[in-house]
């Protein structure tokens, strides 16, 4: 049997977190969500995603800057987003 792919999704409003999160899930995909634009790059390296969904409009920093820093880490900058 193969292994699920991984979607991190990452976005501030819980209330699309869950709805994207449930829409994944029930098409087979394992699911991690977080509402923390500051915690994308350590849990992308620590979960390994297949895929990141990433909120371009975010309080605490915009979803550009987090691509910046995803594209700058080594670990992590092939990820797709």
Known sequence: MSEKKKIL???DDSRITDLLSD????H???VKTLND???VVSTAMAW????ITL????PERTGLEVLQE???NPETHSLPV
């Open 28 to 30: 087979g995909y394992e």
């Open 70 to 72: 995803i594209r700058g």
């Open 37 to 39: 634009s500051r915690q």
């Open 9 to 11: 999704i990452v976005d």
């Open 23 to 26: 829409f994944c899930g029930d």
């Open 55 to 58: 909120d371009l409009e975010m």
């Open 48 to 51: 390994r995603p297949d895929l």
